[in-house]
């Protein structure tokens, strides 16, 4: 049995995992909240810094309590995510990666978060060929595998989905995240007010829907209910047809939603219907495993072993645009 420990940090969770082929052992995280606002990246490095110790250590602990017969030396490597994500949040986590495996005398393999999500939702769903939707605070893509990579097919110009809810949701004075407040807001919603539809070929924009729905609340500040509504019903339209789309170029009959956006029930119920009507399938993991997790990092980083992958130290600079198609899958073919 191969085991990795995976170490996820990009932007404001924090957490780790210990992983082998057939499941997740052990898993613990820390949730930097910021006092107001969004996600401040120093603060939330800082937050990374000073938990770090703790989490590793819950779950080597834990893992020894609940595997008989685990102990330390049965760690094959060390996984982190190299990128994309935020600078002070990916050096901190990386930092600790190098010091972990210099120490317990192991190999160090940096992993793309991006790719990390895909590489879960295949395992806990058990698809094997799926168009990806990845919807994250700062990551909107469709991608699909061909010839040894994920390629990008469409993907947002200017802000992440997860991202536009969260501005809009400290413009009505929510705090981070705002995405599920927006959702239980637009669950009420009933009348459709206009908002900008903006899909550019195989690309989307969220910024001018988002400055919309900010105008929209000014003008009607007692219906934050429908411009909620309308916000959702207009973003997962845009993200919908681009999926669609994106399937009826590949010729792929499968759906896999990924990221932390991917909870919201009413994303997921478009992307289901427009599945079920094309004949195909949809398939979501569950809410652990899409928003940021450890076991995501240890999972791919227990492929990219299996398939002969490592990152030599020198190597090991964090890549805060790290792009999925960057990535030489080599663990499939
Ligand atoms: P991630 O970057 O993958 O950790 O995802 C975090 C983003 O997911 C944040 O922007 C959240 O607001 C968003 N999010 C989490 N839950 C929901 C939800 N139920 N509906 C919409 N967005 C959500
Ligand atoms: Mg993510």
Not at 235 to 247: D, G, P, Q
Request: charged residues 20%; aromatic residues 8%.
């Amino acid at each position: 049995m191969t085991i990795l420990l995976g170490l996820e940090g990009t932007a404001w969770n924090l957490g780790a995992a210990l992983v082998s082929e057939e499941s997740v052992l052990y898993e613990a995280e820390s949730t930097y909240k910021p006092k107001y606002g969004g996600i401040h990246p120093r603060e939330a490095a800082q937050h990374h810094a000073a938990e770090l110790k703790e989490v590793v250590s819950r779950v080597l602990t834990g893992a020894k309590e609940k595997e008989a017969g685990f102990s330390l030396t049965r760690i094959d490597a060390i996984a982190f995510s190299q990128g994309p994500g935020m600078g002070p949040c990916l050096r901190t986590v990386a930092t600790a990666a190098r010091a972990l495996s210099l120490s317990f005398k192991i190999p160090l393999i940096g992993v793309n978060h991006c790719v990390a999500h895909i590489e879960i939702g295949r395992w806990r769903c058990g698809v094997r060929d799926p168009v990806i939707l990845y919807v994250s605070g700062a990551n909107s893509q469709v991608l699909a595998y061909r010839s040894g990579r994920y390629r990008v097919l469409g993907e947002t110009l200017d802000i992440g989905i997860g991202n536009a809810l969260d501005k809009f949701a400290r413009y009505l004075g929510l705090s981070h995240p705002g995405g599920p407040k927006i959702e239980e807001l637009a669950s009420k919603g009933t009348t459709y007010l206009y908002m900008p539809y903006i899909v550019k070929g195989m690309d989307l924009s969220f910024s001018g829907l988002t400055t919309a729905a900010k105008e929209a609340i000014d003008s009607h500040p007692d219906e934050k209910e429908d411009v909620c509504y309308s916000f959702q019903e207009t973003a997962f339209a845009m993200l919908t047809e681009v999926t669609e789309r994106a399937m009826a170029h590949c010729g792929k009959d499968e759906l896999l939603l990924a990221g932390g956006v991917g909870a919201n029930r009413r994303l997921q119920q478009m992307l289901r219907t427009m599945c079920h009507d094309r004949g195909g399938t949809f398939y979501v993991p569950e809410n652990r495993y899409l928003k940021d997790n450890g076991a995501m990092i240890a999972y791919l980083g227990l492929l990219m072993l299996t398939s002969g992958v490592t990152t030599p130290i020198e190597s090991s600079r964090v890549k805060p645009n790290y792009r999925p198609d960057e990535v030489e899958v080599t663990w499939r073919n």
